[in-house]
């Protein structure tokens, strides 16, 4: 909206951060920083801006639509970061004979759909990715999940607010080659399932009619689908695959209960339940994977990932198993505002300096020092200011303690202490003070 020209609107999607949405923005990724810290993971960054065609070849067709893209200046088709994937597998690819491994990486950046803006999802939003390649057993899996889930305790979250649901694409690889379906059409049909509940079944049952004879042979793939969507857990899998009778299925379950296993010896099983239906959108999914979800469903996401043995591959021509995922600043915030497991506002300053002019070089001497002992400090700026007038200032501001220089201040920096909080007050001399400051406030 234009308001008599002055006023121009933020664009749908897109957000203003107010200092107290940055306090809550660097809460979240300080808080993530730290637990991907505690499992060894280092921070990497990449370009915002990158050639179209990382995205158009590599994500799948649902990103490819929702690209910011444009022609720069020298005539290069570029488009705004939807996704890190495929740039980390880029950037590892080219280090990778180097690179000690399993490599452990992770990000906090931004990133642009153009999406229709709604609850959970808008156009421009931070991701938390962390990626782990290099390892192709199911313990780089478990351990990438155990992140996932440490990262959302670390907020307050319980198992009763959240669950990971798992899923595993090759399995569907199985129960697809059961249909005749190849593994070269089974990225394009997983696509497929997984927007299926966002459109009407006809939309579906006529897409899929591309990859089977018949539309009774669509209807037969549908209702076994439902049923294989239907297994809530390890053993009802079980059931499903040896009535199928696909023994390559079964050999898949061995490695779900490794897994399985893993996270129950971290303690982490509670929070994982089993769930077919996740299929992802993104087309370079190759394994397990996996979408975290606040515990009644009700919201988009809150973050997901899953296992992608080839696309470093593709990119680079240097084969590299990975797997990783990505939690979203939105849907995050909104359920920590929900469960209010926001941290209390910071606020406040420790000190508060009053003086009159003749003490200005006393006083912003003092405010100086305890700067450089890490104390933050304020002042009024505007001059001829009463001591009361300051002292309400600081109150306003919340400073912990005032430092008074009036009148009785003597020329060795005497002032006098006054506890913001108590009240209570006391004479010191500022190089002490200063001394002092070693310690917490
Ligand atoms: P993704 O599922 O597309 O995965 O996105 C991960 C998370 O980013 C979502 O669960 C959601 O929280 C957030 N997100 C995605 N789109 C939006 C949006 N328009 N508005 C707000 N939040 C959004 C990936 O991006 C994969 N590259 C993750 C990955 C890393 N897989 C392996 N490594």
Redesign the pocket.
Same mark, same amino acid.
């Given at each position: 909206m234009v308001h008599g020209g002055a006023m121009v609107d933020v664009l749908p $999607?897109f957000r203003d951060f107010y200092p107290e949405d940055c306090a809550l923005r660097n809460y979240i990724f300080s808080t993530f920083r730290r637990v991907a810290g505690g499992f060894g993971f280092e921070e990497f960054d990449g370009p915002i801006l990158e050639p179209l065609e990382l995205f158009t070849e590599k994500?799948g067709p649902e %990103?490819a639509e929702?690209l910011f893209q444009f022609q720069d200046r020298g005539g290069r088709s570029v488009a705004l970061r939807? /996704?890190?994937?495929p740039t +980390?597998a880029r950037m590892v690819g080219a280090r990778a004979a180097s690179l000690r491994r399993p490599i452990r990486w992770f990000t906090v950046g931004e990133?642009f759909?153009y999406?229709r803006p709604q609850k959970?999802?808008?156009?421009a #939003?931070y991701?938390m990715? +962390?990626?782990l390649l290099g390892e192709k057993g199911v313990r780089g899996d478990g351990e990438v999940l155990a992140v996932l889930i440490s990262s959302l305790r670390a907020f307050g979250l319980a198992a009763g607010d959240f669950q990971v649901r798992l899923s595993d694409r090759r399995l569907w690889f199985h129960f697809l080659s059961s249909f005749g379906v190849g593994d070269s059409s089974t990225p394009e049909v997983l696509g497929i399932m997984d927007r299926m509940g966002r459109v009407p079944l006809e939309i579906t049952v006529q897409r899929l009619q591309t990859f089977f004879p018949t539309a009774a042979a669509v209807e037969k793939f549908l209702g076994a689908a439902s049923s294989f969507c239907g297994c809530g857990d390890l053993n009802s899998l079980e059931n499903f695959f040896s009535n199928l009778a696909l023994p390559l299925a079964m050999e898949r379950l061995g490695e779900w209960r490794e897994l399985l296993q893993f996270l129950g010896a971290l303690g982490l099983a509670d929070f994982v339940t089993v769930d077919v239906g996740i299929v992802?959108?993104?087309a370079y999914?190759t394994g397990f994977v996996f /979408?975290?979800f606040e515990r009644t469903g009700e919201s988009?996401?809150?973050? $997901?990932? $899953?296992r992608?043995d080839d696309l470093v591959g593709k990119l680079t021509g240097i084969s590299l198993p990975?797997?990783? #995922?990505? %939690?979203?600043?939105?849907?995050?915030g909104n359920l920590l505002r929900e469960k209010k497991l926001l941290p209390p506002p910071s606020g406040g300053c420790d000190f508060w300096i009053v003086f009159d002019g003749s003490a200005q070089a006393a006083a912003l001497g003092l405010a100086q020092n305890l700067r450089l002992a890490g104390r933050s400090v304020l002042y009024a700026l505007t001059p001829g200011l009463s001591m009361g007038k300051q002292l309400k200032l600081a109150d306003r501001a919340g400073a912990k303690f005032a430092v008074l220089f009036g009148e009785e201040s003597g020329s060795d920096g005497r002032c006098t202490l006054r506890n913001m909080v108590t009240g209570s007050e006391e004479i010191v001399a500022s190089v002490h003070l200063v001394e002092k400051m070693t310690c917490p406030v």
């Open positions: $999607g994500s %990103i929702q939807p /996704e890190m994937t +980390l990133h759909r999406e959970g999802r808008l156009r #939003f991701q990715n +962390l990626d992802r959108g993104l999914y /979408e975290a988009r996401a809150l973050a $997901g990932g $899953g992608y990975a797997c990783g #995922f990505a %939690i979203g600043d939105v849907t995050l």
